[in-house]
């Protein structure tokens, strides 16, 4: 069963472009979450989306946004990008969305690695 | 503000010892605590869940240990590989924050060296 699937791996970009991360969950898996990684903040949650509706939104501004298709892949959108958005995007899926989070185990994609110069 | 805090940043131990890595958190509602294992450049793979009720998990050679009333975790590493090396991310599960579900520590850095 192949894994969680993002791309592209590396992206650069420049201050004030757009940028569209994509993720393909594991088959069957219908949850799918954003995360972003820095080595000052460490993971911090962007959103998570099931069944093409956006469940739970963490503490980004408004130019950072998400949706979900039909068949459970996903994309991110960065808008007006600013040098403090480089980081690591990791996706992660899993097989439903569990608001209480008791067992529902997570997997994560290898992430993209942007780059904002 | 609900917070994961883990312990040491970084630790450096030679092959074949054993290792403890310390987590503590300030997370209500507490719904469970998960440690992940990040390889350099890949995402962080699952490790351990342990809800409330239960106080010790191991998988393989990593045991994790949970105590729910002073909210400290500890993952311990019995004879240590090469390929141990990597972060390990402390996780608490809460929910209806906006946090997210999933409340994540910084991590701590394990060099294993031979």
């Known amino acids: 069963k192949a894994g969680v699937t993002q791309t592209p791996r590396y992206l650069i970009k420049t201050r004030g472009q757009q940028v569209t991360l994509s993720c393909s969950p594991i088959s069957g898996h219908r949850s799918v979450s954003w995360y972003q990684q820095t080595p000052g903040q460490g993971l911090q949650f962007l959103f998570e989306y099931f069944s093409e509706t956006q469940r739970n939104k963490g503490n980004f501004p408004g130019r950072f946004s998400g949706r979900q298709f039909s068949n459970s892949r996903s994309e991110m959108n960065v808008s007006t990008l600013e040098l403090g958005d480089s980081a690591l995007y990791l996706c992660a899926s899993s097989l439903v969305w569990d608001p209480k989070q008791a067992k529902n185990i997570q997997y994560f994609g290898a992430g993209t690695r942007l780059s904002v110069l | 503000k609900n917070q994961v805090e883990q312990s040491p940043q970084s630790l450096i131990i030679l092959e074949g010892k054993n290792c403890t890595l310390q987590?503590?958190?300030?997370?209500?509602?507490?719904?469970?605590l998960r440690w992940y294992k990040q390889d350099t450049g890949r995402g962080p793979v699952s490790l351990t869940i342990?809800?409330?009720?239960?106080n010790t998990k191991s998988n393989g050679r990593y045991t994790a240990t949970l105590d729910a009333d002073t909210k400290q975790s500890s993952l311990h590493i019995t004879a240590s590989q090469l390929s141990d090396s990597a972060s390990y991310i402390c996780?608490?599960?809460?929910?209806?924050?906006?946090?997210?579900?999933?409340?994540f520590g910084k991590g701590t850095k394990l060099s294993v060296k031979p």
């Open positions: 342990m809800t409330f009720s239960e």
């Open positions: 987590c503590n958190y300030t997370v209500s509602p507490f719904s469970n």
């Open positions: 996780v608490v599960g809460s929910y209806g924050g906006s946090q997210g579900n999933l409340i």
